[in-house]
């Protein structure tokens, strides 16, 4: 989970045209000569990145569902965007499960609603009320990275309009049968996917190398979850293109690499340039969250997750190209020391898909760490 971050919501038409315009000339200008220089001619626009998402005729009305009976989450927490997408991604998999429409309702929810339509239009097809007092709580979910029992729901079907009272709803189980709808709910506009290609075209032309993404989380500062650290994402990023490079017989690995924290982001793609063999490095720094998210799922070959407690990397990976979901790395290692009463709520298998794979941390050295064994969480 993550605390709530302000950013401007919209990004205009002629805003976009102007970030074309200037994205080289800020790569160039910004963070460390050696990786700005390297930056503007690294990364591919391979074979497998920026997928067209196919237009079709059903509309966010169809897609969402039209049912007689409601169903609605307590967003009261709210959170950052990412927090939001698991409320939405519940709403829309449990409803289909159920046969039940969603909505949002309360403050929080209106207040994400034109950010959030403008970045993904097909969320057009749900309600957002600012206020209802209108509906039946269930005490479900309540467990934040662990899936509930259903028959909780199902036994409440005599219930016009039910209310599930957990916050955050973390498991992918909730929506996974429904991912290919899910993609679709998330699907970019198509002012992200302009700006997103033609930012891809100017940074990364006519490169054919692998891209292993990185994403690094430096916000949790307080909380219970671990920060990136910056020994792990560098021997983690060694490791994993070695990885790749044996495993799938290439010869080049470039990175890129996604933060909360840009400074921090060009400083890994430095020391990633200067102390791995991995090729070139390109920090992502301009771009909003829902730009960042998007690139990532068209873009990204493999991933690597620092911190996989990050709520919004998890979404990078989520929503990554099916082919690559066997190429995503996050680290075992989760929660701070002090956060033990905090693990209660999690099972791993119900948070982290089944097609990830595990790395973790031993005496300064990353090795992959086999999900049959315990987690060690801290």
Not at 201 to 209: C, G, I, L, V
Request: one cysteine or more; charged letters at 25%; a positive charge.
């Amino acid at each position: 989970m993550v605390m709530r971050r302000k950013y401007a919501p919209f990004i205009s038409v002629t805003l976009l045209a102007c970030l074309l315009v200037f994205t080289s000339v800020f790569l160039f200008m910004d963070g460390d000569d050696k990786v700005a220089s390297k930056s503007i001619v690294m990364a591919k626009l391979s074979t497998t990145t920026m997928e067209s998402i196919e237009a079709d005729d059903e509309t966010p009305q169809t897609l969402w569902g039209n049912y007689s009976k409601r169903l609605t989450v307590n967003s009261a927490a709210c959170g950052g965007m990412a927090n939001m997408l698991f409320r939405l991604a519940f709403l829309f998999g449990v409803g289909k499960r159920l046969k039940r429409k969603a909505y949002m309702y309360d403050e929080c929810a209106v207040d994400y609603k034109l950010e959030l339509i403008s970045y993904f239009p097909n969320l057009a097809g749900l309600e957002f009320r600012l206020e209802d007092r209108n509906y039946t709580p269930i005490n479900f979910g309540e467990l934040d990275w662990t899936m509930d029992d259903f028959k909780k729901l199902e036994n409440a079907s005599n219930v016009d309009t039910i209310m599930v009272t957990g916050q955050y709803l973390q498991s992918f189980k909730y929506f996974h049968k429904y991912k290919p709808a899910i993609r679709k709910v998330f699907r970019p506009s198509k002012a992200i996917q302009a700006f997103i290609k033609g930012y891809v075209d100017n940074a990364f032309p006519n490169s054919t190398s692998h891209k292993l993404c990185i994403h690094i989380r430096r916000g949790f500062e307080g909380h219970y979850m671990i920060v990136s650290e910056p020994h792990f994402t560098l021997h983690a990023a060694q490791t994993v293109s070695d990885y790749l490079k044996e495993s799938l017989n290439i010869s080049e690995v470039d990175a890129i690499i996604f933060s909360d924290d840009r400074d921090f982001a060009r400083m890994a793609a430095a020391a990633i340039m200067n102390k791995t063999d991995i090729g070139l490095a390109h920090a992502s720094v301009i771009m909003n969250r829902a730009e960042e998210m998007s690139m990532a799922h068209s873009v990204c070959d493999s991933m690597i997750l620092t911190s996989a407690g990050s709520t919004f990397g998890w979404w990078m990976g989520y929503l990554m190209r099916e082919e690559a979901q066997k190429r995503v790395f996050y680290n075992g290692l989760m929660f701070k020391e002090r956060a033990k009463n905090m693990m209660r709520q999690f099972k791993e298998n119900d948070y982290i898909p089944p097609k990830w794979r595990r790395i973790q941390e031993f005496d300064h050295e990353v090795f992959f760490y086999s999900r049959k064994k315990p987690s060690i969480l801290y």
